[in-house]
């Protein structure tokens, strides 16, 4: 019987082999470096898998129903994001905190963009295309409300790993080494 652990690593390693958006390394060297930059930054397991786990709407899901990609051809109000349909992927059997913060680290990058100076011009072309597609930068009320959740700090920390986790031939932990966090992390 497969496992839902067992599809997400069989579509990670998948990911491999696709470009990740506009950035120069794949998917899975992209999910890699962020699960390892939370790993070296001594984040718990479970911000270590939503780090992991992200964009998991990018590769483990029907693209044709993804809005916020470069490669998206979906619009209108059914359209939804790959944190979105990443979430509710993983809902029935992750951990309620991993869930959140996979769906919020789009939002995380909204609210960086309202909040911290500079924040958007340190942005890649793909990802300030991105940030259109899911909302554009947080209003003030936005941000406030957004602020007030008691696990923000850790949709934070994901999208600044996750902002970093583009760098070619960077050394991390192989999937292999990461399938027991998995396995531990998502149930069923």
Known sequence: MTTMADRLLAALAGSGARR??????????HALQCAE????????????LACLLHDVGR???????????????????????????????LAPSTP????????QHADAKRYLCATEPGYLDRLSPASRHTLR????????VEAARFAEHPWVRDAVALRRWDDEAK?????????????????RGVSR
């Open 20 to 29: 990740y958006g506009g950035e120069v390394v794949s998917e899975l060297e």
């Open 37 to 48: 930059l939370a790993r070296e930054g001594l984040a718990d397991e479970e911000l270590q």
């Open 59 to 89: 590769y483990a899901v029907d693209q044709s129903l993804v809005a916020d990609t470069l490669a998206a051809t979906r619009v209108g109000p059914s359209a939804r994001g790959h944190h979105e349909l990443g979430a509710d992927l």
């Open 96 to 103: 309620e905190r991993v869930v959140w913060c996979v769906r």
């Open 133 to 140: 597609l899911q909302g554009g930068v947080m209003s003030p």
């Open 167 to 183: 760098v070619v031939g960077k050394r991390t932990r192989s999937l292999d080494e990461w399938a027991p966090l998995v396995r």
